[in-house]
């Protein structure tokens, strides 16, 4: 990956479920952002080899194609759409990444978008049975290590002792950083400008707040959304004329236990500062994905992450969690704040599966 950089990163705002994106299908949630995103690296349209993206939600097919051709890429631009559910985002990125460094492609978008309230109804067909609808696909072959999300998260809580004031602590900060945080990286769409969702959270407003299973409530999860977020991944010779520039050092998406999903971004964090020659005190600004507060902290506790440098500017739990798109929100965050210093993008995903990005910023 050493000769691998990113020159411009931008993501549009998170709104929830049913709000002021509601009516907007991925590729239209998508085509802004890349405009936006060719047009801070200076480069045309036609410069583009290829376009990598998450989506999670959809209906299948090609929306990458489509996201494509939205944006007035040139039509040999085929598009690949991927689906690593949550850690799909990252994995555009290092998919990217490895084309550049492989030699297969110059200029490549990557990234992801995500319309929860598009999302088509889900129907199981099995023979002689009327067609059942279901909300999520299973992860592993086996029901008893496949569990709920938010279960699995109240388990994890309970194993590790991270109590409910501690999971409202850090969800009343992410939303206090978020509110107070000029956010650069977004591009406006739809008449919004900033992420919809943040608030003041009180100690009374946390102590209403229903609670889903255990000790995690609705404050202290991230609630469903839609949103976008690319990339611009290149060669160090194209990044040497760029602006504003961060070299990718390292980046990893590996397997884990997939009834414990919420540590799964360990041994990918753990991998990629290895990768990286890093040690974790070494690390100026590190964007965890906050699915839930207790994934955060866990993650954080267990890799010895600073809580000092994370999520300086909110977190999930203050935007939202739209899910193909959330790593590369990730990832734009991280590129917009970065000085001279390496930072750390990571994330969790459903089925066990962590992902991870290092870059180093360019002073």
């Known amino acids: 990956m050493s000769g691998v950089w990113i020159i411009a990163a931008r993501r549009s705002p998170v709104m929830p479920r049913g709000g002021a994106f509601a009516e907007l299908a991925p590729h239209e949630l998508a085509a802004p952002v890349i405009a936006a995103v060719l047009a801070d690296a200076g480069l045309a349209a036609d410069a583009v080899d290829e376009l990598i993206l998450s989506n999670a939600l959809g209906a299948g097919g090609n929306p990458a194609r489509l996201a494509a051709l939205a944006a007035g890429l040139p039509d040999r631009v085929g598009g690949l759409s991927i689906d690593r559910q949550c850690a799909g985002g990252l994995d555009a990125i290092r998919l990217a990444a490895a084309m550049v460094a492989a030699g297969q492609a110059e200029v490549v978008l990557a990234g992801g978008a995500e319309s929860y309230s598009r999302r088509p109804l889900r129907l199981a067909q099995m023979p002689g049975l009327d067609p059942q609808p279901y909300d999520a696909p299973p992860f592993t072959p086996w029901p008893d290590r496949d569990p709920d999300m938010?279960?699995?998260a109240a388990d994890l809580a309970a194993r590790l002792g991270i109590s409910r004031a501690r999971q409202e602590a850090w969800a009343t900060r992410s939303h206090r950083l978020a509110l107070a945080a000029d956010q650069p990286e977004i591009v406006g769409l739809a008449g919004q400008g900033r992420d919809g969702f943040a608030r003041a959270l009180?100690?009374?407003l946390l102590a209403r707040a229903p609670v889903l299973t255990g000790d995690i409530t609705s404050a202290t999860t991230a609630v469903a959304a839609d949103a976008s977020a690319f990339v611009l991944v290149t060669t160090a010779s194209r990044a040497a004329k760029a602006g504003r520039a961060a070299r990718i050092l390292a980046?990893?998406?590996?397997?884990?236990?997939?009834d414990a999903p919420g540590l799964s971004p360990v041994p990918a964090i753990?991998?990629?500062?290895s990768d990286a020659g890093l040690?974790?005190?070494?690390?100026?600004r590190i964007?965890?994905?906050?699915a839930y507060a207790v994934q955060a902290l866990a993650c954080l506790d267990a890799c010895a992450l600073s809580e000092d440098r994370v999520n300086l500017k909110g977190g999930a739990l203050a935007r939202g969690h739209p899910i193909?798109?959330?790593?590369a929100i990730l990832a734009a965050r991280l590129f917009h704040d970065l000085e001279a210093g390496p930072g750390l993008a990571a994330i969790a995903a459903a089925g066990g599966v962590g992902a991870a990005?290092?870059?180093?910023g360019r002073a």
């Open 150 to 152: 938010t279960q699995a």
């Open 202 to 204: 009180s100690p009374r």
């Open 251 to 258: 980046a990893r998406t590996l397997g884990s236990r997939p």
């Open 270 to 273: 753990h991998a990629a500062l």
């Open 279 to 284: 040690q974790p005190a070494g690390l100026e």
């Open 287 to 290: 964007e965890m994905m906050e």
């Open 324 to 327: 193909g798109a959330s790593g």
């Open 357 to 360: 990005l290092i870059l180093q």
